[in-house]
Structure formats: C-alpha cells, structure tokens
C-alpha cells in the first residue's frame, strides 16, 4: 500500500496535523494508498510557494516557447509511463481499462496542446490618433488554484495545468480525497525537469479543509474548479471574497436528440455510449434521451436490446460498465432508480450486482428509465450513474423546449440527416457544446468547453482557456 505524499516548494511532505485518509478501490473496497490530510496550513504552504515562485527571476525569465518545452517534457513523461498510469487511474478511479488509456492519451494531448500554445497569444495594437501608440498585452495572473473532482482526475488537472503554466502562472493543485494517485504523478514528473520549485504544488485532503482552504486564500489569483452546483457556488463565494476570478464546470443533464431520419446504427452506438461511458459519472453524460414520437419504439427498442448486452465488472478487466465510486454516490443512484420504479417504468436494468470476488465493489446494472414526468427530479438533476431517462417529443420546437427544460446546459446531441434542423436546433438550444451525429468529437482538447446556465460559466480546453490564466494590461504611450 502506497503512502502517498504531497508535493510543496520542491518538497514531499506530509501534512502537518500527520493524518492521513485511506484511498479505496472501487472495483472491490480495497483501501490501496493513503494520502495526507492536508488542511489550511498545508495550503498556505503551498500557496506561498507558488507566489514565491512566481515573484521569482527564476521563473519570470523562462521565455515562453522555455515554457513550452518543459510541457512538452511532461507530456513525454506522460507517454513513457502511460501503461502504469493507464492503471492507476483505472483502479482509482474504477474506470474499464480502456478508460483509463484514453484518459492518459488526452493529458498527453492537453500537455502538448498547452505547450505549443505557449509562445503564440499575441496582443494587440489599437488605433487612436497620431502620436499615440495603444497595445494590449497579456500577462500571467499569477497563483492559480485548481480543485480537481473525482471522476477524470488526470485529465481535468492536465487540460487548466497546462494552460495555466503555458502563461507563465503557478499552480497549486487540491486532488479529489477519493483520486489522488495520478495527481502524485504528475507531481513526480514536475520534480524530474528542471522547472524552479513551487511552480508546481500538489496538495491532498478533503474539500471543506483543503478545497476551502484554497478557494478562500487572498493571495490565489484565479481558481479553476470542476464539480457539484452546491460545491462550486462555495468556492465562486469564498473567491469573491477576495476579488478572485474562478472558472466553473459544475456537470449537466445533457439530452441527445434522436429523430427518425437519423443513421440508426450510429445513433444507438452514441446515445449508449454517452451515458455508459465512466458508468455515467461524467458531467457531460447524455444522461437524456429525446426521440421523435413517432420513432420511439423502433429506437428505443435498439438501445434497450444494446444495454442488456453491456457487460458490468471490475475496472481492470475492461467490461463495458465498472464500478460506482463510492457508497455516497452508490447510493444516490439506487435512490434515482427507486424513484424511477415508483413513477416510471424501468425499461432496461434497474438491479445492483454483485460480482465474485469483488463483493465490496459498487456495480449497478445500466439502466433505461422510461415514461417518467419531465418534472421528475429523475428528468432534472443529475443523477451521475449509468442511467438513462427516456422521453418524446413531436416536432423540432418541441425538442428544443425539451432540451432546454433543465437548470443545466453543457452538452448537446442531435442525431438527424436534415441540416438545416440541425443548424436550427444548434441556434436555439442553450448548451455550451452541440454536437450533430456525434458526441463528444472524440474528447475535444481543442474544442471551448463549458457550460449554459447552472453548468458553469468560463470555458476550459481550447485556445480559449488561455484567457483564464492572463489579465490584461493596455498600455498607451504618446510621443512627439
Ligand atoms: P464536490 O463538488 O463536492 O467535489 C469536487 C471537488 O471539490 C473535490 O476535490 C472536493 O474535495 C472539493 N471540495 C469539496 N467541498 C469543497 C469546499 N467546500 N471548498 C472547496 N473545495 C471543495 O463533488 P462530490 O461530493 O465528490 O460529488 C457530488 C456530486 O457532484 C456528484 O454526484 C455529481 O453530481 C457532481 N460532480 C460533478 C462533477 C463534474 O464533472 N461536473 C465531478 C464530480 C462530482
């Protein structure tokens, strides 16, 4: 069992109270590291580390393509060691193999992305009048904090990382208490290149310690925060007590919208896997599904025939669905489901399994829910497991009600052969990302990710998340 440690100002440390909090493998309750607790004087640690460092020479005189190269070092390592950390984040996370891989190869790709990007946003120049010349640079805002959620951890912690560094900011990392073990590698591999310590800092611990320890210190500049509605209205409040920007991605209820012209095969394969992928707990799950009415049958049918094939199991043996995280989300989803008995009909699935020799594991069976009110806390929250919840539509304008009757907009599916509904859809239904015969273009590093409405606001992944990570200064000078 690894005794995982933090890493602050170049240093492995415990926390300073010396406890710890055990790390358990979904797949069968097996407690397989233990973090330190940290709490607010480990984060004061940290972030005066990082402001240190980033007041520093050593750090504000790597020129920004140096930058570069030591993330494009990162990613390398990223790569190297890809089969081991394919494996820590399965069995942390309780993701299917196959998961986990896809997972590193996107933080490889948001390391290079950030890389190359960093020498390139330009500033500009701003025509007044003669004898005065206007630009607009952009500068790094400073300390950025970044609290990570649970459920993609090395991913969401490389995609505001990368972008942070790239501009010349220093970061410090609060990991999920549940899914720490990829962040601690990453850690590892900040210490191997010759980056000035406190650039990089990585602090463990439970959110109301650490996280609010973070997300309320004056001297953090910005904080990127992905997670619950409740828990990121906390840190937005603890910020703006300080004057502080945050980046919010607080999850979705996001619909994929099935008409009767669309390529079927592909559609069912979407639509299934949008919502099985990391057994629904994923904040742009289709957790959805609105189909044309006239149609309903005929394709509900295929997605129900398509999950009674789906296969549950441990994360390691790469079945189709793994485990649920933990009891806490366990149990929210079967007390969705219990709902869905009383006022729906459960078309698919509906049963927890237990699995030999994993009998401490969480495993649900995937699950459809079908004729349940669109009021339904079932139909509006987000229920964060691998369940679907079913629901008609007669024409285009009742789609798009349907697809925006929900506190949430972050991702959008729409299956159809007709542009122009595609492109009318795509106007009118309030949704940080659309997608048409698709979902999810393959993760998107490129792509501006964030949400409408209760998802959030700000968006990461891109070009665009740069922005986050500079303020900008105009500077007017006259001359003769
Ligand atoms: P959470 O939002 O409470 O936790 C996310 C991160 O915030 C963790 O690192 C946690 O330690 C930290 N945190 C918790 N309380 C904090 C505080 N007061 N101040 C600062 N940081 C704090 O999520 P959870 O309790 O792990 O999961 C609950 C629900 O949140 C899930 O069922 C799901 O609906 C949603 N969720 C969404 C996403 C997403 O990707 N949008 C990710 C995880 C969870």
């Not at 004061?44 to 140096?66: H, I, L, R, T």
């Not at 980046?247 to 592909?266: A, Q, R, Y």
């Not at 049958?297 to 549950?312: A, H, S």
């Not at 699995?355 to 699950?367: K, Q």
Request: include cysteine; hydrophobic fraction near 40%; proline fraction near 4%.
């Amino acid at each position: 069992m690894e005794k995982i440690k933090m890493y602050v100002d170049g240093k492995w440390l415990d926390s300073s109270n010396e406890r710890r909090i055990d790390v358990i493998n979904p797949s069968n309750g097996e407690i397989i590291a233990t973090i330190p607790q940290g709490e607010a004087r480990d984060v004061n640690d940290a972030v005066k580390a990082a402001k240190k460092a980033f007041q520093s020479d050593d750090w504000s005189s790597v020129k920004p393509y140096e930058r570069g190269r030591l993330l494009y070092e990162i990613a390398e390592k990223i790569r190297k060691n890809r089969d081991e950390l394919a494996k820590l984040e399965t069995i942390d996370v309780g993701k299917p193999l196959s998961q986990g891989y896809a997972d590193i190869d996107a933080s490889i790709r948001y390391f290079e992305f950030y890389a190359g990007a960093a020498d390139k946003l330009m500033g500009d120049t701003i025509p007044i009048e003669d004898g005065l010349i206007d630009y607009v640079v952009r500068e790094p805002v400073g300390v950025t904090g970044h609290i990570i959620p649970w459920n993609y951890p090395i991913q969401i912690l490389s995609r505001s990382v990368a972008a942070a560094i790239a501009m010349g900011n220093t970061v410090v990392v609060k990991s999920a208490e549940d899914t720490p073990l990829t962040a601690t590698k990453i850690a590892e591999f900040f210490d191997q290149i010759d980056i000035p310590n406190g650039v990089f800092n990585h602090v463990t611990g439970y959110g109301y310690e650490a996280g609010a320890a973070l997300s309320s210190h004056p001297h953090i500049n910005h904080v990127t925060f992905t997670g619950s509605v409740q828990t990121g209205t906390a840190v937005a409040n603890a910020a703006t007590k300080n004057v502080v920007p945050v980046t919010l991605e607080l999850g979705g209820k996001s619909p994929n919208i099935v008409f009767s012209d669309c390529n079927m095969e592909k559609a069912v394969e979407g639509v299934v896997k949008a919502i099985i992928q990391n057994a629904g707990q994923t904040c742009s799950a289709g957790s959805r599904l609105l189909i044309e009415q006239s149609f309903k049958d005929t394709f509900l049918e295929k997605v129900v025939d398509r999950f009674k094939e789906l296969t549950v199991g441990p994360a390691l043996e790469d079945k189709d669905v793994g485990p649920i995280l933990n009891e806490k989300q366990f149990n929210q989803i079967v007390n969705f489901i219990d709902l869905a008995k009383e006022e729906g009909r459960i078309a698919a699935g509906g049963n927890q399994v237990t699995i030999e020799n994993a009998e401490n594991g969480f495993y649900i069976e995937p699950t459809i829910v079908d004729k349940v009110s669109t009021k339904s806390s079932i139909a509006q929250e987000e229920i964060f497991g691998p369940v679907l919840s079913v629901f008609t539509f007669k024409d285009d304008q009742e789609a798009i009600n349907l697809a925006n009757n929900t506190d949430y907009g972050l991702v959008t599916g729409i299956w159809t052969q007709d542009i122009s509904r595609a492109h009318l859809l795509a106007n009118r239904i309030d949704s940080g990302q659309i997608f048409v015969n698709n979902y999810g273009a393959g993760g998107g590093i490129q792509m501006p990710f964030g949400g409408y409405k209760k998802s959030g606001f700000g968006r990461e992944k891109g070009w665009i998340a740069l922005y986050n990570y500079t303020q900008v200064k105009n500077v007017a000078i006259k001359y003769n």
